[in-house]
């Protein structure tokens, strides 16, 4: 069944527009989007508003939509989020022996493709974030599953602001990738939770350097 309209242009607008670090601050010409995306004005009204209602785009009487930056607490409470639901998964998947071994390496092989490229940091964090979600989803909790999937926006916002702020960071989440992997097949959960935070403690110092 085909997208509406209005699913168009919030697919566009939220795996496109709000992906680009370069337009957090600006606003929004839905004109131009319309013409982007191929639609009228009116699907692309409705899927700002539906932006506005996730927090994820402000809409200023007589200027439009505008895209705030995400601030430094922001940050901090979604890369705390993570923390919490990763670690809690993957302690779960750890004991039941549910850990998905070959979706998280298939996933790191495609990452280290793309890293020795280095260009495409969208599709990068595309596949980060579907190694996050494997590890979360093996935890065998639905609605944790579906709490982390709706911090996909942010999650590649912020993934994509870290790669273009350090250079060899996709070489170095590669790195901290595999040593989540490693300590999970040695079966050594505090080693595999240390990983984890230490990741997300790195692409934290990423972004607030800046």
Known sequence: MPLSGRDKA???LRET???DPAIQGTF???????????VSRTPVREALLLLVADGLIEMIPGRGAYVPPLTGR????????????????????????????STLRRVLAEQDELAEDGEDA????????VFHQALVDAGGNGLL?????GLRVRQR????????RSANRQRAVCTEHERIITALAEGDEARALAAIDEHLALTLRVLLEA
């Open 10 to 12: 919030l697919h566009f």
């Open 17 to 19: 527009v709000l992906a």
């Open 28 to 38: 929004l010409n839905e004109v131009e989007l319309a013409g982007r995306i191929g």
């Open 74 to 101: 922001q940050i901090r409470e979604l890369m705390e989020l993570r923390g919490v639901l990763e670690r809690h998964c993957a302690a779960r998947a750890l004991a039941a022996g549910a850990i998905p071994f």
């Open 122 to 129: 969208t599709a990068f964090i595309d596949r980060d974030m």
């Open 145 to 149: 599953s579906h709490t982390y999937a």
């Open 157 to 164: 916002r912020l993934g994509v602001a870290a790669l273009h």
